[in-house]
Each structure stands twice: as structure tokens, then as C-alpha cells.
């Protein structure tokens, strides 16, 4: 065998194991895509699940604002200005996190089952006679997050269970005030 054709097998061989390398590496690079697209994923879904748990954890530490709420609940046009203020910056914070999700999953990053669980609060609070008055007077709602709670609302089969059910002596705050 001449030189050339020595060079020309090796030059063969030599691009057979570089397209093995390139299919080795492109296989390398989808798995760690797809690992990085489950973190992100996994960390959105967190991210949104513990913003939702603090501003529930801070309510629940104000006697204050548990009692705000739960009387906002029951009555919310008769409520003094500055409760209305305080209730409207409440739930403006759980308005923003369910946005959020609204926009995560758009972006696909995060499930369909945990956006419902963020937005059940929500149904909770504007299921009540007060919180219903209150959904149909704030502007505070984006359009994308009106629309997922209108459309959930329609849903009777989807609905969590009505607030002075589910706390009780929470609602009864109203009572005392």
C-alpha cells in the first residue's frame, strides 16, 4: 500500500471516529438539556409553592389581618378604607403569584396541577360573599390571570371547598368585629 492510500484510510477512519464523537457529544448535551429543563422546572414550582407559603405563613402570624380578611370575606364593601387598602395589598400579592405561575407555565415550566393548587386560595377567597364583591370591583387582576380564575370559577366540578368550611374559626374573626 502506497502512502496515499495509507493517509487516505486513516483520513477515513479519522472522520469516523470524529462523527462518533460529534453523535457522543450531541447525545451528552441533550441529556444535561433535559436535566437543566427538570431543575428549572422543579425550581419554579418551588419557588412559586414557597411564595405562596410565606404570604399565607405572614397573614397567619397578624391577628390584625386575619381578622381584615376573614371580615372582608364576610363583608367586603362595608369595611373602612383602610382595611379595604391593607385587603387589596394582601391580595394583590397573591394576584402577582398566581400571575407568575400563569406566565411559568406558559413558558412551560411549570404543570397545570400545581398552578391550580397556587390559584385555590384564590377561588377560596373570591368564592366567598365578600371576596365575590371584591373580584368584580378590583382592577388589580392582568387579563391572563382574570381569565384563568373566571374560566376555574365555571368549573363547579374544580372547585376547592367554600372558605367557612374549610376555616372556621378563622371566619368567625368576623364575627367578633
Known sequence: ?????????????????????VVVTLAYLAVQIKQNTQSARSQSRQTLLDA????????????????IYATAF??????????????????????ANLQNGILLRAEGMLDDA???????????????EGGSKWWQETPMAMRETRQYLDNRLTQSNNLPPGIDELFPYWMAMAEDH
Not at 114 to 128: K, R
Open 1 to 21: 500500500m502506497d502512502h496515499q492510500a495509507v493517509a487516505e484510510m486513516l483520513g477515513n477512519y479519522g472522520e469516523f471516529v470524529g462523527a462518533i464523537g
Open 52 to 67: 405562596l407559603s410565606t404570604t399565607n405563613w405572614n397573614l397567619g402570624n397578624d391577628p390584625n389581618l386575619l381578622r
Open 74 to 95: 364576610k363583608r367586603w364593601p362595608n369595611l373602612p378604607n383602610d382595611e379595604k387598602a391593607v385587603f387589596d395589598i394582601g391580595m394583590g400579592r397573591y394576584l
Open 114 to 128: 400545581t398552578l391550580d393548587q397556587t390559584a385555590d386560595f384564590m377561588l377560596l377567597c373570591i368564592l366567598s
